[in-house]
């Protein structure tokens, strides 16, 4: 299939309008806001939604719009085309029409952040980088040290000293250079400067443009999934906010292309009330996020005081309607059971913010019943069986004790 063999990117573009080359790796401030763009008139002619079905059942059936010099040689995992789960008994109980989970916790390293590497990983590969960079709160440390193993770059990871032992198993089993720091708040610096000493590339968030690619197949199959329509709202759990910028980036490709029509969804983002700088700017109509002073949160994502993507994330929800709502992290462990129980999918905690985050936008009159949502099940609760409730049961000798 001609299309699946082509990728369109033209450039990649900062919020200033000025033009980089793709085919040079760039890491930036996230101020500058670099994007990658494509020739979306020669997509337009050349492929339709129907090429895209024929593709692989990976996120690589997007290759067109994924910036990759050749789709026929990157490095893939099995990543993405992860199903949206229709939950029933959860809409019922919500009184909503309809509710579908996007569970990305079938993932090769159990969480979304495999998009994000599994593309960037592969450009770099392209580009000829050796050496990689970046503080992550654990997932996509994990993550990036596995897709880096196989194609041999190196990943330098610095997670916090909490980070989930799942995280940590990754980065130690593929032998990947790995540090601690207990002090989260200057992770970001720590690895700017090792890497301007070092002359490795800052794959920090938002810094380079090809993560935000991979995650933005998260939208493409949102869309794909829904039969090419939109739903009206979507859930995120937001830490840096890559992930939700990304999913508009494909919904705002897709609308160009002429594959989706309407409006674009509203986007509701949750987080810990231990570390909410979105929900707190918000709340207090800024445009741009405060730092976060001390942080509260459970091991995991969403550890992100002074979120990369703030500004971008805020202005989204200001563009296309939508809100922050802050979580305990109780009412988030006790989500994970009510996602269990009701519909069979073990989330971990940080997306189990979502259900709560919907619960609460209905209380407040945000969600209306007729209309159709998308919580973005970013990981599996197999990260962070560490960080809930341990599991007991009945040790029996007889068959008589077994009951149902
Ligand atoms: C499981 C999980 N969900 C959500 C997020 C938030 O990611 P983003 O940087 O896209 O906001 C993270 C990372 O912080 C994470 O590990």
Not at 14 to 41: F, I, M, N, Q, T
Not at 273 to 285: L, Q, R, T
């Given at each position: 299939?001609?299309?699946?063999?082509?990728?369109?990117?033209?450039?990649?573009?900062?919020?200033?309008?000025?033009?980089?080359?793709?085919?040079?790796?760039?890491?930036?401030?996230?101020?500058?806001?670099?994007?990658?763009?494509?020739?979306?008139?020669?997509?337009?002619?050349?492929?339709?939604?129907?090429?895209?079905?024929?593709g692989p059942a990976t996120l690589?059936?997007?290759?067109?719009?994924?910036?990759?010099e050749n789709p026929q040689r990157v490095l893939s995992l099995g990543e993405g085309y992860t199903p949206l789960l229709p939950a029933r008994r959860l809409a019922r109980k919500l009184g909503l029409a309809e509710l579908?989970?996007?569970?990305?916790?079938?993932?090769?390293?159990?969480?979304?952040?495999d998009r994000g590497a599994a593309v960037a990983v592969s450009c770099y590969a392209e580009l000829g980088v050796k050496t990689v960079a970046h503080n992550s709160s654990g997932?996509?440390?994990g993550s990036w040290s596995l897709y880096a193993a196989r194609t041999g770059l190196t990943c330098v990871n610095l997670l916090p000293t909490d980070v989930q032992p799942a995280s940590l198993q990754h980065c130690r089993a593929t032998g990947q250079p790995t540090y601690l720091t207990e002090n989260w708040h200057e992770a970001g610096r720590l690895i700017a400067e090792a890497c301007e000493r070092n002359g490795w590339l800052n794959i920090c968030t938002l810094r380079e443009p090809y993560r935000l690619e991979g995650k933005k197949t998260m939208g493409l199959e949102i869309a794909e999934q829904s039969g090419w329509k939109m739903p009206d709202a979507v859930f995120y759990p937001m830490g840096g906010g890559l992930g939700a910028i990304a999913i508009w980036k494909a919904f705002d490709e897709l609308r160009q292309l002429g594959w989706v029509e309407g409006k674009l969804p509203r986007l509701y983002v949750?987080?810990?009330?231990?570390?909410?700088?979105?929900?707190?700017?918000?709340?207090?109509?800024?445009a741009e996020c405060a730092p976060w002073g001390r942080i509260d949160i459970p091991p995991?994502?969403?550890?992100?005081?002074?979120?990369?993507?703030?500004?971008?994330?805020?202005?989204?929800?200001?563009?296309?309607?939508?809100?922050?709502?802050?979580v305990a992290t109780d009412e988030a462990l006790a989500a994970i059971d009510e996602l269990a129980r009701e519909e069979g999918v073990f989330a971990c905690p940080e997306s189990a913010t979502t259900l709560v985050g919907l619960r609460k936008a209905i209380a407040r009159g945000w969600i209306a019943p007729h209309e159709r949502v998308v919580l973005v099940v970013t990981g599996s609760g197999l990260k962070s069986i560490p960080t809930l409730e341990k599991p007991s049961a009945l040790v029996v000798t007889t068959s008589d004790a077994i009951v149902a």
């Open positions: 299939m001609k299309s699946h063999n082509m990728t369109y990117l033209t450039c990649i573009e900062g919020a200033d309008g000025k033009r980089l080359d793709p085919k040079v790796p760039h890491s930036v401030s996230p101020s500058a806001e670099l994007r990658a763009r494509y020739d979306l008139d020669r997509i337009r002619r050349e492929v339709s939604p129907r090429d895209i079905a024929q690589w059936r997007y290759a067109p719009l994924l910036p990759v579908a989970l996007k569970d990305e916790g079938r993932n090769p390293s159990g969480t979304f952040k997932n996509a440390g949750t987080q810990y009330e231990g570390c909410a700088p979105a929900v707190k700017a918000f709340e207090e109509g800024r995991g994502g969403l550890k992100s005081p002074n979120p990369p993507g703030g500004r971008a994330v805020l202005k989204l929800i200001r563009e296309h309607g939508g809100g922050a709502v802050a």
